[in-house]
T-cell receptor
Framework: DTGVSQDPRHKITKRGQNVTFRCDPISEHNRLYWYRQTLGQGPEFLTYFQNEAQLEKSRLLSDRFSAERPKGSFSTLEIQRTEQGDSAMYLC????????FGPGTRLTVL | KNQVEQSPQSLIILEGKNCTLQCNYTVSPFSNLRWYKQDTGRGPVSLTIMTFSENTKSNGRYTATLDADTKQSSLHITASQLSDSASYICVVSPFGTDKLIFGTGTRLQVFP
């Protein structure tokens, strides 16, 4: 257990539905990251926050994706109108010197 | 072309044997290179982190090396254990950015 938690661990949804994931970072870490990982690949950067400010977004983050970190604590990642291609593991990490990853949320879009 | 390439893609070894995993990268300049271990269905866990000026870093039975001239890194696992079965991912952090660039990983299986 790295101290970073994610909820839910697994999510199955039908195409076209909206889903929201939550990440609780290590409390003293002010930087929080979201990644997407598909089977057999390494994680790909989506976005990151410093406190409540979203500082960088990947081109992978289409307009159906939105991330927030109100009050600089937990973060949420929402995917609207899900597509089958969104099926992946969504990883959250928080950082002091190195990044500590949560266990991930496995999303399956039917 | 991926900026971080790893080989082999997969590896099977017997318990107690040593193995070496390779990472070639094109990211330049970079601030640090890391190796992560990722168990199936779990998030990655950091094993070693080396700045561009370091040549080697050990963490128990794991030893990472870095040659910044040839842009190569290796992860050597000594006296493998069944619990070493996992994916090992090489990660490079470009200089001046907070992003991490991940390799696709080497899937290691240790059999008794």
């Amino acid at each position: 257990d790295t101290g970073v938690s994610q909820d839910p661990r697994h999510k199955i949804t039908k195409r076209g539905q909206n889903v929201t994931f939550r990440c609780d970072p290590i409390s003293e870490h002010n930087r929080l990251y979201w990644y997407r990982q598909t089977l057999g690949q390494g994680p790909e950067f989506l976005t990151y926050f410093q406190n409540e400010a979203q500082l960088e977004k990947s081109r992978l983050l289409s307009d159906r994706f939105s991330a927030e970190r109100p009050k600089g604590s937990f973060s949420t990642l929402e995917i609207q109108r899900t597509e089958q291609g969104d099926s992946a593991m969504y990883l959250c990490a928080s950082r002091a010197y190195t990044q500590y990853f949560g266990p991930g949320t496995r999303l399956t879009v039917l | 072309k991926n900026q971080v390439e790893q080989s082999p893609q997969s590896l099977i070894i017997l318990e107690g044997k040593n193995c070496t995993l390779q990472c070639n990268y094109t990211v330049s300049p970079f601030s640090n290179l890391r190796w992560y271990k990722q168990d199936t269905g779990r998030g990655p866990v950091s094993l070693t982190i080396m700045t561009f000026s370091e040549n080697t870093k050990s963490n128990g039975r794991y030893t990472a090396t870095l040659d910044a001239d040839t842009k190569q890194s290796s992860l050597h696992i000594t006296a493998s254990q069944l619990s070493d079965s996992a994916s090992y991912i090489c990660v490079v952090s470009p200089f001046g950015t907070d992003k991490l660039i991940f390799g696709t990983g080497t899937r290691l299986q240790v059999f008794p």
